[in-house]
């Protein structure tokens, strides 16, 4: 949507004078960015969009001006780039990291397993024969703006865990909430597995200090293309970015 009213804005302003108009673009569009980085968060192919109003702010100050079409259109080349990239790379996700074994749908299904007094929420990656689809695809953060929080204190010095109110920005971290696991969440078993012709190899994955069940998605799916069921868990000792216990309670 930035790089669409870029490219409007600037090949607009080939055709206008200076003055009035420039002044609300030139205060118009870092209003424009703060929303869109809030929203979406930073990431890479925002970059040449970014540039291109760095760059007119600085031809607009200078002696450039009986360059203005050629300037314009100059600038107005590098979002219609963003946008290419965007189409190529797309937003962020799972689903361009590569899987290694033969089966290459992943299901997931979110439970609890009670040990020692706790009831930790589990995670399980199995293989499935159920297509990754829009409607049965889910949320790589498993709590969204809570878990987010918590990635956000282990990086802001924190000494441990989740403790601690150190955090660095969200909004630099928000384009998180939008990767998707590229899972079916409760996704059928393969039929060999459903019939007893294969056994599912169990293993557990626990997460490093600061981290979560999730963390490590792209591990666990590989795994599980294998042929193995990936148990991952919240760890409630307060080692996890995030998690909720079975009575409500949070930390």
């Not at 990291?97 to 009670?114: E, F, H």
């Not at 989740?162 to 990767?179: Q, V």
């Not at 039929?191 to 981290?211: M, Q, V, W």
């Amino acid at each position: 949507m930035l790089n669409a009213v870029l490219v409007a804005a600037y090949s607009t302003n080939i055709f206008t004078d200076y003055g009035f108009n420039q002044q609300n673009f030139l205060i118009a569009i870092p209003v424009m960015f703060a929303g869109a980085f809030y929203f979406e968060g930073i990431r890479v192919h925002q970059l040449p969009t970014f540039l291109s109003y760095v760059f007119y702010v600085m031809i607009s100050s200078t002696l450039l001006s009986q360059f203005n079409v050629a300037l314009n259109l100059f600038c107005a080349i590098l979002p219609v780039f963003s946008f290419y990239l965007s189409i190529i790379y797309g937003d962020l996700s799972f689903r361009k990291l590569r899987i290694s074994g033969q089966y290459q749908n992943i299901g997931l299904r979110d439970t609890r397993l009670s040990s020692n007094g706790k009831t930790n929420q589990v995670s399980v990656f199995y293989p499935s024969n159920t297509p990754v689809t829009e409607a049965n695809n889910t949320n790589w953060l498993r709590h969204g703006d809570k878990t987010l929080l918590g990635i956000a204190r282990a990086s802001g010095g924190n000494a441990y865990g989740n403790k601690g109110n150190k955090h660095g920005p969200l909004w630099i971290m928000r384009g998180f909430l939008n990767i998707k696991m590229d899972v079916s969440l409760n996704g059928e078993l393969p039929e060999e597995f459903e019939e007893g012709h294969k056994k599912l190899i169990p293993l557990i994955f626990l997460h490093g200090i600061s981290s979560n069940r999730a963390m490590n998605t792209g591990t666990s799916k590989d795994l599980a293309s294998h042929g193995y069921i990936v148990f991952t868990m919240d760890h409630e000792d307060g080692t996890c970015s995030y998690t909720v216990s079975e009575d409500g309670s949070r930390q």
